[in-house]
């Protein structure tokens, strides 16, 4: 079973960045998409951007278009979120997600069935 582990997070001021960092403990071969999602404290999980491994298309939630760029190393086996200009409803616990399969929709969670523990985002002055 791949493990993921993101790392990265922590407290920037409005307009800063950060880039996080998703590691897999194996390949990332096998895998199909990865993604990153959030979840706000009171609020459902929601997607903010994926990468096709096999075509290296990404997908945006429109919070995140042009101000964040989702990459891979397949060295490191690893997947990266940079996040430029933050704001502070950026703030939320990131989570990185994997799924091997083929799901036809990749902005909702169930498509995913690997997930990382998360790493914390505050944007506050």
């Known amino acids: 079973q791949v493990q993921l582990v993101e790392s990265g997070g922590g407290l920037v001021q409005p307009g800063g960045s950060l880039r996080l960092s998703c590691v897999a403990s194996?390949?990332?071969?096998?895998?199909?998409?990865m993604g990153w999602f959030r979840q706000a404290p009171g609020k459902e999980r929601e997607f903010v951007a994926r990468?096709?491994?096999?075509?290296?298309?990404?997908v945006y939630a429109d919070s995140a278009k042009s101000r964040f760029t989702i990459s891979r190393d397949n060295a490191k086996n690893t997947v990266y979120l940079q996040m430029n200009s933050l704001r502070p409803e950026d703030t939320a616990v990131y989570y990185c997600a994997a799924t091997r399969f083929n799901r036809g929709i990749y902005y909702v969670t169930s498509s995913y069935e690997l997930w990382g523990q998360g790493t914390q985002v505050t944007v506050s002055s």
């Open positions: 990468f096709r491994l096999s075509t290296g298309t990404t």
């Open positions: 194996e390949s990332i071969f096998s895998i199909n998409v």
